[in-house]
C-alpha cells in the first residue's frame, strides 16, 4: 500500500487534510490526534508502519 492509497483510504472514513509538511500529510478528524502520513511517491509503506498508522487512526485494532 502507498502512501497515497492510505491517505485516500483514511479519507474514506472522515479523516481530512490538515496541512502538507515536507513530504508527510497531516489527517486530521474531530475529536482525534493528527496523524502523518509519508507520501514517497509509488513505493509500498512498511507494513509495521501501515498497521501502526491505522491503529492510531482507530480503523484498526
Known amino acids: 500500500m502507498t502512501g497515497k492509497q492510505l491517505k485516500k483510504l483514511l479519507e474514506e472514513h472522515d479523516w481530512s487534510l490538515d496541512r502538507i509538511s515536507g513530504s ?3 489527517m486530521t478528524r474531530e475529536g482525534c490526534r493528527s496523524v502523518p502520513i509519508p507520501i514517497h511517491g509509488t513505493t509500498d509503506l512498511p507494513k509495521g ?4 498508522i491505522l491503529k492510531k487512526a482507530g480503523i484498526k485494532e
Open 24 to 26: 508527510h500529510h497531516i
Open 49 to 52: 508502519l501501515i498497521h501502526g
